[in-house]
């Protein structure tokens, strides 16, 4: 399983970014995908994850700020991020749980200035 993200970048607080992660590989009908963060000098955190039926979680921190969505037929899922902050910034990277096994692609850096 491989997994690519792509979007991240620089942006202004209170601007938008989009982040899209698409897996290949074995992939099972059934799984999680999510989006993680990891801020310097801090633990990787979830940010976001949505199983392929649809229900989908959210840290506190972002909760009506991202929106995150899937594309079962292309194995791909999308983290809008909305009215971003200064300490939105970090590494963030896709994930994908199934069966047994967690899968982790390249990191991509947000960078939220003031």
């Known amino acids: 399983v491989q997994l690519q993200a792509s979007g991240g970048g620089l942006v202004q607080a209170g601007g938008s970014l989009r982040l899209s992660c698409a897996a290949s590989g074995s992939i099972f009908s059934s799984n999680v995908m999510a989006w993680y963060r990891q801020a310097p000098g801090k633990q990787r955190e979830l940010v976001a994850g949505?199983?392929?039926?649809?229900?989908?979680v959210y840290a506190d921190s972002v909760k009506g700020r991202f929106t995150m969505s899937r594309d079962n037929a292309k194995n791909r899922i999308d983290l809008q991020m909305n009215s971003l902050k200064p300490e939105d910034t970090a590494v963030y990277y896709c994930n994908l749980m199934q069966v047994a096994s967690t899968y982790w692609g390249r990191g991509t850096k947000v960078t939220v200035s003031s």
């Open positions: 949505i199983a392929s039926g649809g229900n989908t």
